[in-house]
Protein backbone atom coordinates (compact mmCIF):
# COMPACT_ATOMS: atom_id res chain seq x y z
CA UNK A 1 0.00 0.00 0.00
CA UNK A 2 2.96 2.42 0.82
CA UNK A 3 4.41 2.27 -2.83
CA UNK A 4 1.15 3.36 -4.04
CA UNK A 5 0.91 5.68 -1.51
CA UNK A 6 4.34 7.44 -2.06
CA UNK A 7 6.41 6.21 -5.21
CA UNK A 8 3.42 8.44 -7.56
CA UNK A 9 5.13 11.69 -4.91
CA UNK A 10 8.45 10.47 -6.06
CA UNK A 11 8.23 12.97 -9.16
CA UNK A 12 8.51 15.80 -6.87
CA UNK A 13 10.27 14.27 -3.97
CA UNK A 14 12.65 12.14 -5.55
CA UNK A 15 13.97 10.28 -1.97
CA UNK A 16 10.72 8.73 -2.44
CA UNK A 17 12.00 7.18 -5.24
CA UNK A 18 13.38 4.30 -3.20
CA UNK A 19 9.82 2.47 -2.76
CA UNK A 20 10.04 1.61 -6.05
CA UNK A 21 12.76 -1.16 -5.13
CA UNK A 22 11.48 -4.61 -4.28
CA UNK A 23 14.42 -4.86 -1.95
CA UNK A 24 13.73 -1.64 -0.01
CA UNK A 25 10.14 -3.00 0.67
CA UNK A 26 11.36 -6.64 1.58
CA UNK A 27 13.92 -5.15 3.98
CA UNK A 28 11.01 -3.40 5.58
CA UNK A 29 8.42 -6.31 5.24
CA UNK A 30 10.72 -8.05 7.48
CA UNK A 31 11.28 -5.94 9.82
CA UNK A 32 7.28 -4.82 10.25
CA UNK A 33 6.55 -8.68 10.35
CA UNK A 34 9.25 -8.66 13.23
CA UNK A 35 8.57 -6.13 15.17
CA UNK A 36 4.62 -7.36 14.77
CA UNK A 37 5.93 -10.02 16.63
CA UNK A 38 7.69 -8.65 19.08
CA UNK A 39 4.90 -6.14 20.44
CA UNK A 40 2.19 -8.63 20.28
CA UNK A 41 3.34 -12.18 20.98
CA UNK A 42 3.31 -11.38 25.05
CA UNK A 43 0.17 -10.09 24.89
CA UNK A 44 -1.00 -13.15 22.89
CA UNK A 45 0.60 -15.63 24.88
CA UNK A 46 -1.20 -13.88 28.21
CA UNK A 47 -4.53 -13.61 26.32
CA UNK A 48 -4.59 -17.59 25.07
CA UNK A 49 -3.18 -18.22 28.51
CA UNK A 50 -5.98 -16.75 30.22
CA UNK A 51 -8.67 -18.16 27.60
CA UNK A 52 -7.30 -21.17 28.62
CA UNK A 53 -6.33 -21.87 24.78
CA UNK A 54 -3.54 -24.55 25.63
CA UNK A 55 -2.50 -27.47 24.00
CA UNK A 56 -3.58 -30.95 25.29
CA UNK A 57 -0.35 -33.22 25.39
CA UNK A 58 -0.98 -36.78 24.36
CA UNK A 59 -0.28 -39.18 26.99
CA UNK A 60 1.66 -41.85 24.31
CA UNK A 61 4.38 -39.79 23.08
CA UNK A 62 7.70 -39.02 24.64
CA UNK A 63 7.58 -38.57 28.79
CA UNK A 64 9.53 -35.29 28.31
CA UNK A 65 6.19 -34.07 26.37
CA UNK A 66 3.96 -34.42 29.22
CA UNK A 67 5.93 -31.14 31.35
CA UNK A 68 4.39 -29.04 28.10
CA UNK A 69 0.76 -29.18 29.43
CA UNK A 70 -0.59 -26.23 29.45
CA UNK A 71 1.38 -24.15 26.90
CA UNK A 72 -0.67 -21.74 25.27
CA UNK A 73 -1.19 -22.89 21.24
CA UNK A 74 -2.35 -21.31 17.85
CA UNK A 75 0.37 -18.98 18.04
CA UNK A 76 -0.24 -19.13 14.33
CA UNK A 77 -2.26 -16.54 14.33
CA UNK A 78 0.44 -14.26 14.77
CA UNK A 79 2.27 -15.25 12.40
CA UNK A 80 -0.18 -14.92 10.07
CA UNK A 81 -1.25 -11.36 10.87
CA UNK A 82 1.76 -10.32 10.85
CA UNK A 83 2.54 -11.63 7.39
CA UNK A 84 -0.68 -10.08 6.33
CA UNK A 85 -0.26 -7.02 7.90
CA UNK A 86 3.40 -6.76 6.50
CA UNK A 87 2.46 -7.42 3.24
CA UNK A 88 -0.78 -5.00 2.50
CA UNK A 89 1.91 -2.73 3.38
CA UNK A 90 4.86 -3.03 1.57
CA UNK A 91 3.80 -5.00 -1.40
CA UNK A 92 2.29 -3.42 -4.43
CA UNK A 93 -0.91 -4.63 -4.45
CA UNK A 94 -1.67 -4.61 -8.20
CA UNK A 95 0.13 -7.69 -8.32
CA UNK A 96 -2.15 -10.45 -8.18
CA UNK A 97 0.17 -13.29 -6.59
CA UNK A 98 0.34 -11.27 -4.12
CA UNK A 99 -3.64 -11.77 -3.43
CA UNK A 100 -3.43 -15.35 -4.04
CA UNK A 101 -0.56 -16.26 -1.45
CA UNK A 102 -2.55 -14.07 1.00
CA UNK A 103 -5.10 -16.19 0.17
CA UNK A 104 -3.53 -19.67 0.75
CA UNK A 105 -2.34 -18.11 4.06
CA UNK A 106 -5.33 -17.56 5.52
CA UNK A 107 -7.23 -19.83 4.09
CA UNK A 108 -5.25 -22.43 5.11
CA UNK A 109 -4.41 -20.79 8.54
CA UNK A 110 -8.64 -20.93 8.90
CA UNK A 111 -8.43 -24.78 8.47
CA UNK A 112 -5.80 -25.43 10.98
CA UNK A 113 -7.94 -22.80 12.88
CA UNK A 114 -10.77 -24.89 13.36
CA UNK A 115 -9.24 -27.90 13.69
CA UNK A 116 -6.71 -26.66 16.40
CA UNK A 117 -10.36 -25.46 18.26
CA UNK A 118 -11.88 -28.88 18.29
CA UNK A 119 -8.87 -30.39 19.48
CA UNK A 120 -9.20 -27.57 22.54
CA UNK A 121 -12.73 -28.04 22.73
CA UNK A 122 -12.45 -32.08 22.71
CA UNK A 123 -9.65 -31.69 25.25
CA UNK A 124 -7.97 -34.58 23.01
CA UNK A 125 -5.27 -34.21 20.32
CA UNK A 126 -7.84 -35.29 18.08
CA UNK A 127 -9.44 -32.46 16.12
CA UNK A 128 -11.48 -32.41 12.65
CA UNK A 129 -11.08 -35.36 11.25
CA UNK A 130 -8.22 -35.98 8.78
CA UNK A 131 -10.46 -36.17 5.65
CA UNK A 132 -12.60 -33.06 6.14
CA UNK A 133 -9.46 -31.14 6.71
CA UNK A 134 -7.81 -32.59 3.61
CA UNK A 135 -10.67 -32.19 1.47
CA UNK A 136 -10.62 -28.24 2.68
CA UNK A 137 -6.65 -27.93 1.77
CA UNK A 138 -7.55 -29.71 -1.71
CA UNK A 139 -10.40 -27.29 -2.83
CA UNK A 140 -7.98 -24.24 -1.64
CA UNK A 141 -5.01 -25.97 -3.72
CA UNK A 142 -7.01 -26.40 -6.75
CA UNK A 143 -8.55 -23.22 -6.82
CA UNK A 144 -5.36 -21.26 -6.27
CA UNK A 145 -3.89 -23.68 -9.34
CA UNK A 146 -6.60 -23.49 -12.24
CA UNK A 147 -6.16 -19.35 -11.34
CA UNK A 148 -2.41 -19.74 -11.64
CA UNK A 149 -2.82 -22.32 -14.63
CA UNK A 150 -5.19 -19.78 -16.53
CA UNK A 151 -2.73 -17.24 -16.56
CA UNK A 152 -1.76 -16.02 -19.53
CA UNK A 153 1.72 -15.21 -18.73
CA UNK A 154 1.90 -18.44 -15.90
CA UNK A 155 3.19 -22.04 -17.68
CA UNK A 156 2.71 -25.46 -16.81
CA UNK A 157 6.33 -26.36 -17.66
CA UNK A 158 7.68 -27.81 -14.19
CA UNK A 159 11.57 -26.80 -13.52
CA UNK A 160 13.70 -29.74 -13.16
CA UNK A 161 17.10 -29.07 -10.85
CA UNK A 162 20.19 -29.74 -13.19
CA UNK A 163 18.12 -29.70 -16.32
CA UNK A 164 18.93 -26.31 -18.17
CA UNK A 165 16.77 -27.81 -21.27
CA UNK A 166 14.25 -30.18 -19.80
CA UNK A 167 11.12 -28.32 -18.50
CA UNK A 168 8.71 -31.10 -19.15
CA UNK A 169 4.91 -29.39 -19.83
CA UNK A 170 2.24 -31.07 -17.46
CA UNK A 171 -0.49 -29.03 -19.71
CA UNK A 172 -3.85 -29.13 -16.93
CA UNK A 173 -1.81 -32.12 -15.33
CA UNK A 174 -0.18 -29.12 -13.87
CA UNK A 175 -3.03 -28.32 -11.95
CA UNK A 176 -2.80 -31.65 -10.08
CA UNK A 177 1.07 -31.09 -9.46
CA UNK A 178 0.47 -28.02 -8.10
CA UNK A 179 -2.44 -29.07 -6.39
CA UNK A 180 -0.20 -31.78 -4.45
CA UNK A 181 3.02 -29.59 -3.54
CA UNK A 182 0.74 -27.36 -2.12
CA UNK A 183 -0.94 -29.76 0.38
CA UNK A 184 2.04 -31.97 0.69
CA UNK A 185 4.08 -28.76 1.64
CA UNK A 186 1.07 -28.08 4.00
CA UNK A 187 0.95 -31.75 5.76
CA UNK A 188 4.73 -31.94 5.92
CA UNK A 189 5.47 -28.98 7.86
CA UNK A 190 2.50 -30.23 10.39
CA UNK A 191 4.02 -32.74 11.07
CA UNK A 192 7.26 -31.50 11.51
CA UNK A 193 5.54 -29.08 14.10
CA UNK A 194 6.31 -31.51 17.52
CA UNK A 195 9.48 -29.80 19.00
CA UNK A 196 9.83 -26.28 20.20
CA UNK A 197 10.92 -24.40 16.92
CA UNK A 198 11.25 -27.35 15.18
CA UNK A 199 9.07 -26.36 12.46
CA UNK A 200 9.43 -22.64 12.13
CA UNK A 201 13.51 -22.71 12.15
CA UNK A 202 13.24 -25.02 8.83
CA UNK A 203 10.63 -23.15 7.65
CA UNK A 204 12.34 -19.73 8.04
CA UNK A 205 14.92 -21.00 6.08
CA UNK A 206 13.02 -22.21 3.58
CA UNK A 207 11.27 -18.53 3.11
CA UNK A 208 15.03 -17.12 2.95
CA UNK A 209 15.58 -19.29 0.02
CA UNK A 210 12.57 -18.43 -1.70
CA UNK A 211 12.78 -14.57 -1.33
CA UNK A 212 16.24 -15.13 -2.95
CA UNK A 213 14.52 -17.46 -5.67
CA UNK A 214 11.63 -15.26 -6.02
CA UNK A 215 13.87 -11.99 -6.85
CA UNK A 216 15.71 -14.02 -9.23
CA UNK A 217 12.55 -15.32 -11.09
CA UNK A 218 11.03 -11.98 -11.17
CA UNK A 219 14.21 -10.16 -12.84
CA UNK A 220 14.52 -10.80 -16.18
CA UNK A 221 18.35 -10.00 -16.37
CA UNK A 222 19.22 -12.50 -13.77
CA UNK A 223 17.24 -14.84 -14.93
CA UNK A 224 18.23 -14.58 -18.05
CA UNK A 225 21.91 -14.78 -17.00
CA UNK A 226 21.29 -18.38 -14.58
CA UNK A 227 18.54 -19.73 -17.57
CA UNK A 228 15.95 -19.97 -15.24
CA UNK A 229 11.73 -19.67 -15.96
CA UNK A 230 11.65 -15.75 -15.96
CA UNK A 231 7.93 -15.01 -14.57
CA UNK A 232 6.86 -11.50 -14.27
CA UNK A 233 5.66 -10.46 -11.29
CA UNK A 234 6.92 -12.76 -9.02
CA UNK A 235 9.61 -10.39 -8.03
CA UNK A 236 6.99 -8.91 -5.48
CA UNK A 237 6.65 -12.40 -3.53
CA UNK A 238 10.25 -11.51 -2.42
CA UNK A 239 8.21 -9.11 -0.05
CA UNK A 240 5.86 -11.55 1.60
CA UNK A 241 8.73 -14.10 1.88
CA UNK A 242 10.64 -10.92 3.91
CA UNK A 243 7.45 -11.01 5.75
CA UNK A 244 7.74 -14.60 6.28
CA UNK A 245 11.27 -14.27 7.26
CA UNK A 246 10.45 -11.21 9.82
CA UNK A 247 7.44 -13.61 11.38
CA UNK A 248 9.19 -16.79 11.14
CA UNK A 249 12.07 -14.67 13.77
CA UNK A 250 9.63 -13.02 15.63
CA UNK A 251 7.53 -15.99 16.71
CA UNK A 252 10.51 -18.39 17.31
CA UNK A 253 11.82 -15.97 20.05
CA UNK A 254 8.39 -17.19 21.96
CA UNK A 255 8.55 -20.65 20.54
CA UNK A 256 12.49 -21.22 21.26
CA UNK A 257 13.01 -24.17 23.84
CA UNK A 258 11.51 -24.46 26.28
CA UNK A 259 8.44 -22.60 24.38
CA UNK A 260 5.99 -20.06 25.88
CA UNK A 261 3.73 -21.15 22.83
CA UNK A 262 3.46 -23.65 19.91
CA UNK A 263 2.14 -22.09 16.73
CA UNK A 264 -0.83 -24.62 16.36
CA UNK A 265 -2.07 -26.30 13.19
CA UNK A 266 -3.26 -22.79 12.46
CA UNK A 267 0.61 -21.78 12.06
CA UNK A 268 1.48 -25.25 10.96
CA UNK A 269 -0.94 -25.39 7.81
CA UNK A 270 -1.00 -21.80 6.89
CA UNK A 271 3.39 -21.84 6.49
CA UNK A 272 3.61 -25.43 4.79
CA UNK A 273 0.48 -24.40 2.26
CA UNK A 274 2.32 -20.82 1.43
CA UNK A 275 5.64 -22.47 0.88
CA UNK A 276 4.39 -24.41 -1.64
CA UNK A 277 2.51 -22.22 -3.34
CA UNK A 278 5.65 -20.02 -3.82
CA UNK A 279 7.44 -22.78 -5.08
CA UNK A 280 4.80 -23.02 -7.47
CA UNK A 281 4.45 -19.67 -8.42
CA UNK A 282 8.77 -19.06 -8.68
CA UNK A 283 8.55 -22.18 -10.86
CA UNK A 284 11.10 -23.71 -8.50
CA UNK A 285 8.97 -26.81 -7.27
CA UNK A 286 10.57 -30.06 -7.19
CA UNK A 287 13.67 -27.65 -5.81
CA UNK A 288 11.46 -27.71 -2.75
CA UNK A 289 12.40 -31.32 -2.25
CA UNK A 290 15.73 -30.05 -1.00
CA UNK A 291 14.93 -26.44 0.26
CA UNK A 292 12.61 -28.45 2.76
CA UNK A 293 13.98 -31.72 2.97
CA UNK A 294 13.77 -31.57 6.90
CA UNK A 295 10.55 -31.40 6.24
CA UNK A 296 10.24 -34.67 3.19
CA UNK A 297 12.39 -36.22 6.02
CA UNK A 298 10.37 -36.20 8.40
CA UNK A 299 6.83 -36.97 6.45
CA UNK A 300 9.13 -39.94 4.80
CA UNK A 301 9.81 -41.26 8.16
CA UNK A 302 5.71 -41.42 9.22
CA UNK A 303 4.93 -43.06 5.68
CA UNK A 304 7.94 -45.77 6.99
CA UNK A 305 6.74 -46.32 10.02
CA UNK A 306 2.76 -46.46 9.87
CA UNK A 307 3.31 -48.52 6.34
CA UNK A 308 6.01 -51.02 7.88
CA UNK A 309 3.86 -51.04 11.18
CA UNK A 310 0.94 -52.25 8.89
CA UNK A 311 3.25 -54.73 6.86
CA UNK A 312 4.59 -56.25 9.69
CA UNK A 313 1.65 -56.67 12.30
CA UNK A 314 3.43 -54.41 14.36
CA UNK A 315 7.13 -53.89 14.02
CA UNK A 316 8.24 -50.40 14.02
CA UNK A 317 11.20 -49.26 11.96
CA UNK A 318 11.69 -45.96 14.17
CA UNK A 319 11.39 -45.96 17.89
CA UNK A 320 9.14 -43.37 17.51
CA UNK A 321 7.74 -41.41 14.26
CA UNK A 322 8.06 -38.41 13.00
CA UNK A 323 11.72 -39.12 12.63
CA UNK A 324 12.34 -36.51 16.02
CA UNK A 325 10.72 -38.61 18.63
CA UNK A 326 13.27 -41.34 17.43
CA UNK A 327 16.27 -39.09 18.15
CA UNK A 328 14.02 -37.96 21.42
CA UNK A 329 13.57 -41.24 22.66
CA UNK A 330 17.05 -42.25 21.71
CA UNK A 331 18.32 -39.74 24.81
CA UNK A 332 19.04 -36.66 22.74
CA UNK A 333 18.16 -33.83 24.19
CA UNK A 334 15.32 -31.75 22.81
CA UNK A 335 17.34 -28.48 22.36
CA UNK A 336 20.06 -31.00 20.52
CA UNK A 337 17.37 -32.39 17.91
CA UNK A 338 15.69 -29.09 17.16
CA UNK A 339 19.44 -27.19 16.69
CA UNK A 340 20.62 -30.22 14.57
CA UNK A 341 17.83 -30.43 12.08
CA UNK A 342 17.80 -26.87 11.73
CA UNK A 343 21.88 -27.42 10.83
CA UNK A 344 20.68 -30.14 7.81
CA UNK A 345 18.13 -27.47 6.67
CA UNK A 346 20.83 -24.63 6.53
CA UNK A 347 22.91 -27.09 4.37
CA UNK A 348 19.69 -28.17 2.60
CA UNK A 349 19.09 -24.80 1.43
CA UNK A 350 22.79 -23.85 0.42
CA UNK A 351 22.68 -26.90 -1.88
CA UNK A 352 19.48 -25.91 -3.20
CA UNK A 353 20.81 -22.48 -3.92
CA UNK A 354 23.89 -23.86 -5.90
CA UNK A 355 21.82 -25.94 -8.03
CA UNK A 356 20.90 -22.70 -9.80
CA UNK A 357 24.27 -22.75 -11.24
CA UNK A 358 24.94 -26.34 -11.78
CA UNK A 359 22.71 -26.73 -14.63
C1 LIG B 1 1.15 -32.72 14.16
N1 LIG B 1 1.55 -32.23 16.40
C2 LIG B 1 2.37 -32.47 17.58
C3 LIG B 1 1.15 -28.08 18.43
C4 LIG B 1 1.75 -27.73 17.09
C5 LIG B 1 0.45 -40.41 11.81
C6 LIG B 1 1.12 -39.68 12.93
C7 LIG B 1 2.59 -39.56 12.71
C8 LIG B 1 0.49 -38.27 13.08
C9 LIG B 1 1.22 -37.47 14.11
C10 LIG B 1 0.42 -36.23 14.47
O1 LIG B 1 -0.51 -36.35 15.20
N2 LIG B 1 0.89 -35.11 13.98
C11 LIG B 1 0.18 -33.86 14.27
C12 LIG B 1 2.14 -32.79 15.22
C13 LIG B 1 1.85 -31.63 18.77
O2 LIG B 1 1.97 -30.25 18.38
C14 LIG B 1 0.76 -29.53 18.21
O3 LIG B 1 0.37 -29.63 16.83
C15 LIG B 1 0.74 -28.40 16.18
C16 LIG B 1 1.33 -28.69 14.82
N3 LIG B 1 0.37 -29.36 14.02
O4 LIG B 1 1.81 -26.32 16.89
O5 LIG B 1 0.03 -27.26 18.67
C17 LIG B 1 2.76 -31.88 19.96
O6 LIG B 1 4.09 -31.59 19.57
C18 LIG B 1 4.78 -30.99 20.66
N4 LIG B 1 5.27 -29.65 20.25
C19 LIG B 1 6.31 -29.10 20.96
N5 LIG B 1 6.76 -27.86 20.61
C20 LIG B 1 6.21 -27.15 19.55
O7 LIG B 1 6.68 -26.01 19.27
O8 LIG B 1 6.82 -29.73 21.89
C21 LIG B 1 4.70 -28.98 19.20
C22 LIG B 1 5.16 -27.74 18.83
C23 LIG B 1 2.46 -30.96 21.11
C24 LIG B 1 3.80 -30.94 21.83
O9 LIG B 1 3.92 -32.10 22.60
O10 LIG B 1 1.41 -31.51 21.89
C25 LIG B 1 2.31 -33.96 17.89
O11 LIG B 1 3.38 -34.56 17.99
O12 LIG B 1 1.19 -34.45 18.01
N6 LIG B 1 1.40 -38.21 15.32
C26 LIG B 1 2.48 -38.07 15.95
O13 LIG B 1 3.34 -37.29 15.59
C27 LIG B 1 2.70 -39.01 17.12
N7 LIG B 1 3.46 -40.14 16.57
C28 LIG B 1 2.90 -41.35 16.45
O14 LIG B 1 1.74 -41.56 16.76
N8 LIG B 1 3.76 -42.29 15.98
C29 LIG B 1 3.33 -43.67 15.90
C30 LIG B 1 2.69 -43.96 14.54
C31 LIG B 1 3.38 -43.22 13.42
C32 LIG B 1 2.60 -45.44 14.25
C33 LIG B 1 4.57 -44.51 16.09
O15 LIG B 1 5.67 -44.07 15.69
O16 LIG B 1 4.46 -45.59 16.69
C34 LIG B 1 3.55 -38.33 18.14
N9 LIG B 1 2.89 -37.10 18.60
C35 LIG B 1 2.41 -37.00 19.89
N10 LIG B 1 2.45 -38.02 20.69
N11 LIG B 1 1.93 -35.82 20.35
C36 LIG B 1 3.87 -39.29 19.22
C37 LIG B 1 2.76 -39.37 20.20
Not at 181 to 195: K, P, S
Not at 244 to 263: D, K, R
Not at 329 to 345: D, L, M, N, Q, T
Request: proline letters at 4%.
Amino acid sequence: MIYHLLYPLSETYSFLNVFRYITFRTIYATITALVICFVLGPWLIGKLQSLQINQPIRDDGPDSHLSKEGTPTMGGILIIFSVVISTLLWARLDIDYIWLILMVVVGFGLIGFRDDYKKLVSRSSNGTSGKRRLIGEVIIALVVSVLLYLKPDFSSNVTIPFFKTFLPDLGWGYIIFSTFIIVGAANAVNLTDGLDGLAIGPATICFVTYLLFAYITGNIKIAGYLQIPYVAGTGELTVFCGAMVGAGIGFLWYNTYPAQIFMGDVGSLSLGGALGTIAIMTKQEIILAIVGGMFVIETISVIFQVGWFKISNGKRIFKMAPIHHHFEIKGWAEPKVIVRFWIISIILALVAISTLKLR
